[in-house]
């Protein structure tokens, strides 16, 4: 499978504000934020910060209503169409099988049903689904239907691909496997990755960079350079590093107090 190049994406000052009858929301307060291309991105912060907000944004789903976001030298004005994009739930059509689920991404765009069915095929075997191709979405496990909507979402080889906490509704051993899964794929096929968690242990294990967020209004609280080698298995959680940099993310949300200090032995 050929693959593009991934994309720079510059969030510059972007402000988000909800008008309500009891007064306007401020989502996101001018957040600012230079990603390489091909960099793995995760957004971590407590809920009502606006990690979703700012991906929606991101894909122009939702008009900021301040600052500017440019994406491959793009500015982002309108719905952003050359991604990728995979939330929490699945969205699948139940009334089609695995692979006219994953289809439905060519077919959307008008693209050579033939030649994207080869590719289908093909994420389908790399991510182990290919003897449950002619299912439907209600015969799958959870985990399984995620991996049907991570496929579609990449079935375009898009650049930059948005995720937010897809594995968040999953069990704690699917979710490790799918971790795995998407730092393979990711790692096979570099792509811009905008990763959206509430977990500090899959933002530190998956990323290049994890962008904490404070409580909202969302800003930036800082951001951390995750310098661990790749591949990362699940091994390295248990390492000294992976403690150091779990441990120095908790205390920022101990300040923020979203989490509870930790007790003095």
Same mark, same amino acid.
């Given at each position: ?139 799958? %496990?959870? &985990? ?10 990449? /079935?375009?080889? #898009?650049?930059? @691909?948005? +995720? ?49 967020? %404070?409580? &909202? ?10 310098? /661990?080698?790749? #591949?990362?298995? @699940?091994? +390295? ?29």
């Amino acid at each position: 499978m050929e693959h593009r190049h991934a994309v720079g994406v510059t969030i510059d000052r972007v402000s988000q504000v909800f008008p309500g009858e009891s007064g306007d929301l401020l989502a996101l307060d001018e957040f600012s934020l230079d990603i390489a291309p091909g960099e793995f991105v995760s957004l971590l912060g407590p809920s009502g910060c606006g990690k979703s907000t700012l991906l929606l944004a991101l894909a122009g789903l939702q008009q900021h209503t301040g600052g500017r976001i440019v994406i491959g030298g793009r500015p982002v004005d309108r719905p952003y169409t050359d991604l990728g994009i995979v939330f929490q739930e699945p969205f699948l059509l139940e009334w089609r099988t695995v692979t006219g689920n994953v289809m439905l991404q060519a077919e959307m765009r008008g693209l050579d049903t033939r030649r994207f069915l080869a590719k289908t095929e093909a994420l389908l075997e790399r991510v182990g689904l290919t003897p449950f191709r002619g299912l439907r979405p209600y015969q799958l %496990s959870g &985990g399984m239907r995620q991996r049907v909507s991570i496929c579609r979402a990449l /079935l375009h080889d #898009p650049p930059l @691909l948005l +995720m937010d906490e897809p594995f968040g509704a999953l069990d704690a051993l699917t979710r490790d496997e799918l971790n795995l899964e998407l730092q393979g794929i990711w790692l096979r096929s570099p792509k811009t990755v905008v990763f959206v968690t509430h977990s500090i242990a899959e933002a530190v294990l998956l990323s290049d960079r994890v962008v904490i967020m %404070s409580p &909202g209004p969302g800003r930036i609280a800082e951001v951390i350079s995750i310098a /661990l080698p790749r #591949p990362r298995g @699940l091994d +390295m959680r248990e390492t000294v590093e992976f403690g150091a940099y779990a441990k120095r993310i908790r205390a920022i949300f101990t300040a923020f107090g979203v989490l509870r200090p930790e007790p003095v032995q």
